[in-house]
Nanobody, 123 residues
Framework: QVQLVESGGGLVQAGGSLRLSCVASVGTYDMGWFRQAPGKEREFVACIWWLGGSTYYGDSVKGRFTISRDNAKNTVYLQMNSLKPEDTAVYYC???????????????????WGQGTQVTVSS
């Protein structure tokens, strides 16, 4: 079972930036980022296809967040710019264990999850 470890979360002022990283213990296929705020359901943020190139974003982060990956390092990144207080949540990295034709936007598409990293955006 692949293990995922996120890092890079923290406290930032509105309008600021953070970059999250997620390192996998072995090579993976599609990878995604989800987030969950207190009292809310887990929300899709972004995903990247295992062969690279194809990415998808949730409507609330389009144009502000960028997902990328370095397969040589088994690492996926989430660059978050123009952060808003409503971006405050625990951010989770997820990995797909089988090859696909496109990365999934549903949490049920992923078989492995990290422990999460807290992102707090102050107003």
């Amino acid at each position: 079972q692949v293990q995922l470890v996120e890092s890079g979360g923290g406290l930032v002022q509105a309008g600021g930036s953070l970059r999250l990283s997620c390192v996998a213990s072995v090579g993976t296929y599609d990878m995604g980022w989800f987030r969950q705020a207190p009292g809310k359901e887990r929300e899709f943020v972004a995903c990247i296809w295992w062969l690279g190139g194809s990415t998808y974003y949730g409507d609330s982060v389009k144009g502000r967040f960028t997902i990328s990956r370095d397969n040589a390092k088994n690492t996926v990144y989430l660059q978050m710019n123009s952060l808003k207080p409503e971006d405050t949540a625990v951010y989770y990295c997820a990995a797909q264990n089988t090859p696909t034709n496109t990365c999934g936007t549903s949490m049920y598409s992923y078989g492995a999850w990290g422990q999460g990293t807290q992102v707090t955006v102050s107003s």
